[in-house]
């Protein structure tokens, strides 16, 4: 884009081109004493609330009073995020409300589309478009839930074609037709006549379960190209100070910081915005949810270790003692029964579910006996969690012998165990009844033609932990390296661009897994099954791993169960809250609200 001295909007010159960055030309960030004296400024619509879906994006520049721009936000429905950007003086307006609004902690970039130069490129695997009426809305807003960011209401999206300041786009993963990232921009211009002929980005989210790379810097490229096609002179966006991905993200595409200042009406989602760190902030994630909804139902939380996730809960008289999903509903015996991964399987087994057939490596010949009964098998440590030791797939002896020698370093008792091909499929059973289904899938590589397998596994593993509060990473481990041999390659090799490389076996969460939700598909025996089988262990909160051919099917093999099972990562579904239901049933009552972050 080349640099002109007017830009044109509409086929309409405005007045000649001031510096964006500049706080005493520009009427967004002026924000001391008197507007500019400027008749675009003048004409500028008074007032403007443009409703976003997930809040109203309150233009602070286009109000004269500030009492009157404090009450609108004290207005705000419950459930929503208001947010009043480009807030002149806004201790004013704190001071008419000071229990009801913050000042929030967000900072301001501003790209200049001058300074900008448009990619020719395209990203490869990703098709992105604008958003359409047929697009799945409940998808769309599972991306924003599994964030922990506001979604919109039921039939937002549908009216968009009379939103015509908002322009939403979508990313689709072109092979398999999935959508995988949303951004909002909005047009300030069209919204109230911006004299500063702006626009700006709101509410972009990438799928964290998502192998393709770069999805949200590709999002962000091609709305600029949509806004600087229709002559807005700049972007904004708001980001959370401490959010340094993000960030990283928008020093590389050119933005620079402007002075500009936002309120917010005090509410439970932004609530930690506005009373500082709580003490159960060095708990992990998978504790850390639980003691945060049972705050939010005024259940008191006293972190005991918060490295090793314990914590206890208290409401009246009762006391309940956990170490994240595990608590003192689950009896030794129930835990001992799921530590054990032999004893897991006869218990099932003798109630007639379906197992795989599993021995254990206790003598010589073993190992052959097995292989000759069945082409592929598992090796796995007989206690153990989080895929340590496991390696999957494996058909020749001296592969076995060696994987044996290495899940020995988890457990002296080793396990063989046929291996079973389909869908690795987690379903969280509590109090019996299923609450949750996910398919968790391996993690894969997609190649550029110009960095080795090992670079690209270790920017996946980035992403990944990124998008788990870093419980998912990919270890460079033998696994790793066996997999991408069996595969052909060695981790210095470099793969063509677009080709795609499975680099785990397995598909745990913390080996770089990916996590799919598919409660709405399960078959009805799979769910009967996972009932049955908490049953048989008598355990009211486990998360039972079944292989399956199709998750719609009745065909399925129960590999494993876990007694303390992650409660993270399966949004849309209420683990937590059913958790805590769990614990303090006279709490069920209260609707559950999902704590949401502040990430725009």
């Not at 299923?434 to 391996?442: S, T």
Request: aromatic residues 6%; negative net charge; proline residues 5%.
């Amino acid at each position: 884009m080349t640099k002109k001295n007017a830009v044109h909007t509409n086929g309409k010159p405005l007045a000649a081109r001031q510096d964006p960055m500049d706080p005493s030309a520009m009427a967004s960030l002026k924000h001391w004493g008197d507007p500019l004296d400027n008749p675009a400024v003048e004409a500028m619509r008074d007032e403007v609330a443009i409703d976003c879906g997930w809040g109203r994006l309150i233009f602070g520049q286009t109000f004269r009073d500030p009492k009157t721009l404090a009450l609108l936000l004290r207005r705000e429905r419950e459930g929503r995020r208001d947010i009043a950007l480009y807030v002149r003086e806004p201790h004013l307006a704190l001071s008419y409300a000071p229990q009801d609004l913050f000042m929030d902690p967000s900072l301001t970039y501003r790209l200049d589309f001058a300074h900008y130069r448009l990619r020719d490129s395209r990203p490869k695997g990703v098709r992105i478009r604008p958003m359409t009426a047929d697009d799945d809305q409940l998808r769309i807003n599972r991306l924003y839930m599994a964030r922990n960011m506001v979604p919109a209401y039921d039939g937002f999206y549908s009216k968009l074609e009379d939103k015509p300041e908002l322009t939403v786009l979508i990313a689709e993963d072109e092979n398999s037709g999935e959508i995988v990232g949303v951004v909002t921009g909005v047009d300030h211009r069209i919204a109230f006549n911006d004299p500063d002929n702006g626009c700006s980005l709101w509410a972009l989210v990438t799928d964290p379960q998502t192998h393709l790379p770069a999805v949200g810097e590709w999002l962000s490229r091609e709305l600029i190209k949509v806004m600087a096609g229709r002559g807005r002179a700049f972007m904004d966006l708001s980001v959370m100070h401490d959010n340094q991905a993000a960030i990283n993200l928008y020093d590389k595409l050119g933005f620079k910081q402007v002075p500009v200042y936002c309120l917010k009406h005090k509410n439970s989602i932004n609530e930690k915005l506005f009373i500082g760190e709580d003490p159960e902030e060095d708990l992990n994630i998978y504790a850390r949810l639980i003691t945060r909804e049972a705050r939010r139902r005024g259940i008191g939380v006293e972190v005991l270790d918060a490295e090793g996730g314990f914590f206890r809960l208290s409401l009246g008289g009762r006391w309940v003692t956990c170490r994240e999903s595990l608590s003192e509903m689950t009896s030794a015996v129930a835990m001992s029964r799921c530590d054990d991964k032999a004893v897991t399987r006869r218990l099932l087994q003798k109630e007639g579910l379906r197992v795989p057939e599993q021995v254990v490596v206790s003598r010589e010949g073993v190992i052959d006996e097995f292989l000759s009964r069945h082409q592929k098998v598992v090796v796995k440590p007989a206690r153990g969690e989080q895929g340590r030791g496991i390696q999957v797939g494996l058909s020749d002896v001296e592969e076995v012998e060696a994987a044996v020698e290495n899940a020995r370093h988890y457990c002296d008792k080793v396990l063989l165990e046929q291996c079973v091909n389909g869908e690795d499929l987690r379903i969280i059973v509590i109090d019996y009844k299923v609450v949750a289904a996910a398919v968790r899938r391996p993690p894969k590589v997609q190649g550029d033609g110009k960095q080795r397998i090992s670079e690209l596994i270790e920017r996946l593993s980035r992403r990944r932990a990124a998008a788990t509060d870093g419980e998912s990473t990919i270890p460079l481990d033998e696994e790793t390296e066996r997999c991408v041999r069996k595969a052909g390659y060695s981790l210095e090799d470099v793969i063509d661009a677009g080709q795609w490389l499975q680099v785990r076996t397995t598909a745990n969460l913390h080996t770089g897994g990916t996590i799919h939700d598919v409660t709405a598909d399960l078959h009805t025996v799979l769910s009967s099954a996972a009932v049955r089988a908490a049953k048989a262990l008598e355990i009211p909160v486990v998360g039972l791993d079944f292989m399956v051919p199709d998750v719609t099917g009745p065909d399925y093999a129960i590999i494993e169960a876990n007694e303390r099972p992650g409660l993270a990562n399966h949004e849309p579904q209420p683990t937590v809250e059913r958790f805590v239901d769990l614990l303090f049933p006279h709490t069920h009552s209260q609707p559950a609200r999902r704590q949401y972050t502040e990430d725009n």
